[in-house]
């Protein structure tokens, strides 16, 4: 169950992290990957779907190399479910105990009801994974920060179920305010907002995309404190919107879009959060964003950025 900073006896400032899909498209075997993370001064690492292609005994053997920390894995909901058993062992053989689940369908926030129904699922599979000695963490999208479509309308309607995320997100633009971010009181009206207020023991903790709670037209340093003792951790990255109508927007480099990524980092490092994990979904290089991505982490990475160990292992 997550506590503060102050109830585990202190203060620390939040780690750098890198979430490795920023760099799948470096063509070497994973532990490669590894020394040049650990060079780049970066202190943890999140895995996504690589991590299951390879030998966890190496990639263990790798992070004690590197003093890596494997900081959790992000795993859709369906393959938790079909391959609990092996997720499990292989995960355990890593030493990554904080499992992720990046991208649950925005259906699941459509309706009070698919929020309760949601949250039920996520205790019942929270408490069973904390007796096998791992850690359930939830990862928001934009939807997931919208508020619930009965809570918008007068009354449930039959065609609610079946309505495109587009068209959700439609009517709920129509109850913004007009300018500036959106306040707190419409996160606790939003479907995670709602969803963190039915969870009684709190067991579940909440990694903030900063990206999409951007994207959802909130501001993440007012949401890290919403979010309080939930919060775990924060994904760095920036947005941009390509398309107004229906919405639609791109990972981009950081400090090019719409998010205010050194306030974001300040707040960070003054939350409850343990790790700030740098991310970047569609990067021109992935060696370039590496790179890129220890100069934006340096003052959470607190060592000047290494760039003659970066260079020894310069991809060109």
Same mark, same amino acid.
């Given at each position: ?8 006896? $202190?203060?620390?400032?939040?780690? %750098?992290? +890198?979430? /490795?899909? *920023? &760099? ?5 075997? =994973? ?35 590197? $003093?890596?920390?494997?900081?959790? %894995?992000? +795993?859709? /909901?369906? *393959? &938790? ?5 092996? =997720? ?229």
């Amino acid at each position: 169950m997550p506590v503060s900073k102050e109830e585990s006896g $202190g203060a620390d400032m939040a780690e %750098a992290g +890198i979430q /490795l899909y *920023t &760099l799948r498209d470096i063509d070497e075997p =994973l532990s490669s990957i590894l020394t040049r993370v650990a060079a780049a001064g970066f202190a943890g690492v999140e895995f996504a779907h690589r991590v299951r292609e390879e030998d966890p005994e190496e990639i263990k053997q790798a992070l004690d190399r590197t $003093g890596l920390v494997p900081i959790g %894995a992000h +795993i859709e /909901l369906s *393959t &938790l479910e079909s391959e609990y058993d092996s =997720l499990l062992a292989h995960y355990e053989m890593i030493g990554c105990r904080n499992l992720i689940l990046p991208h649950i369908s925005y259906r699941h926030f459509i309706t009070m009801v698919d929020i309760e129904r949601l949250r039920k699922d996520l205790e019942i599979l929270a408490d069973d994974l904390e007796e096998r000695g791992f850690n359930l963490s939830f990862h928001n999208t934009r939807e997931s920060l919208l508020p619930p479509m009965d809570t918008i309308l007068s009354s449930r309607l039959p065609w609610i179920d079946r309505t495109p995320a587009s068209g959700w997100e439609g009517m709920a633009s129509l109850m913004r305010r007009n300018g500036g971010p959106l306040s707190i009181d419409q996160f606790y009206r939003s479907g995670l907002g709602r969803l963190l207020d039915g969870m009684q023991d709190r067991s579940i903790s909440i990694e903030l995309d900063i990206k999409h709670a951007t994207a959802a037209g909130f501001d993440p340093p007012m949401l890290m404190d919403a979010i309080g003792s939930n919060l775990e951790f924060i994904h760095i990255a920036d947005i941009a919107k390509t398309r107004r109508i229906p919405p639609r927007f791109e990972s981009v480099d950081p400090g090019t879009g719409m998010v205010d990524i050194p306030a974001s980092i300040d707040a960070g490092l003054a939350s409850n959060a343990r790790w700030l994990i740098y991310e970047h979904d569609h990067p021109d290089d992935p060696y370039t964003a590496l790179e890129r991505g220890a100069q934006v982490m340096s003052n959470v990475i607190g060592i000047p950025h290494h760039a003659t160990q970066l260079g020894s292992l310069s991809h060109r």
